[in-house]
């Protein structure tokens, strides 16, 4: 409830001060995420449907060899979609297509460059991504609001007395929002047009990506309004 002495307008007796605090860091990535996709194809359905049972089960076999380095594993969409030719009076299923799409989080990146490369070496898997970003829990976050609140008492602070004045009261602490936290860096694109073709069994195993992390910048804002002591104009 605010006090009579303290209206939640400016007047007078109580210059209201309305000001914004805003805060930008830099910081490291948490956690970074991969798309992948297992296809197959074939004239027959079944045939179709087996052969992308098999490559989705070594996909999930070697994801889950890394333990606890993979933190999150999901299954989205799956999908077996015939393609019709037209021939004659009636369609006919031309060949049949199936996808199963994956994600996996991970927050150790060198054994994520690793993985990338070995599921880019699989036959008919596609790789997107990695995706950085900072865990929803982070205390970056926190920081950044902690930041942008020091940042609008400073201001306002400073505009006080630069009329002479002080601060006298908060009225209202507006959280605007946070954002960023999402930038997002793809990796050797030919690691996935080399994931399409069929591995060469008499191949060495590929060297592991390089992956470089970029920065994250996050950035909160808030709105504060204050009332003033009267200044003398």
């Known amino acids: 409830m605010t006090s009579p002495q303290n209206p939640p307008y400016g007047t007078p007796e109580a210059p209201l001060l309305t000001v914004r605090g805003e805060a930008?860091?830099?910081v490291d990535p948490e956690i970074a995420r991969i798309g992948i996709t297992v296809t197959a194809r074939g004239r027959d359905r079944r045939t179709t449907l087996d052969d992308l049972t098999?490559?989705?089960t070594t996909v999930l076999d070697l994801l889950k060899s890394y333990g606890d380095e993979v933190e999150n594993l999901a299954t989205g969409t799956v999908s077996i979609t015939p393609e019709l030719t037209q021939r004659g009076r009636g369609e006919r299923v031309r060949t049949y297509h199936g996808a199963v799409h994956l994600t996996a989080e991970l927050a150790d990146f060198t054994?994520?460059?690793e993985l990338t490369t070995r599921l880019a070496d699989?036959?008919?898997t596609t790789i997107d991504g990695p995706?950085?970003?900072l865990r929803p829990t982070s205390p970056v976050h926190r920081q950044a609001r902690r930041h942008a609140v020091r940042e609008a008492l400073q201001r306002a602070?400073?505009?006080a007395e630069a009329l002479g004045t002080t601060l006298a009261a908060l009225l209202e602490l507006t959280d605007i929002g946070t954002t960023g936290g999402h930038p997002r860096a793809a990796f050797d694109r030919r690691a996935v047009r080399f994931s399409m073709a069929a591995p060469d069994a008499e191949a060495t195993a590929p060297d592991p990506l390089d992956l470089e992390p970029p920065r994250i910048r996050i950035r909160a804002e808030v709105?504060?309004?204050f009332t003033m002591n009267p200044p003398r104009l």
Do not use: I, P, S, V
């Open 24 to 26: 930008e860091l830099e």
């Open 54 to 56: 098999r490559r989705n």
């Open 111 to 113: 054994a994520l460059g």
């Open 122 to 124: 699989l036959d008919l």
């Open 131 to 133: 995706t950085w970003a």
């Open 157 to 159: 602070e400073e505009y």
């Open 223 to 225: 709105g504060a309004q």
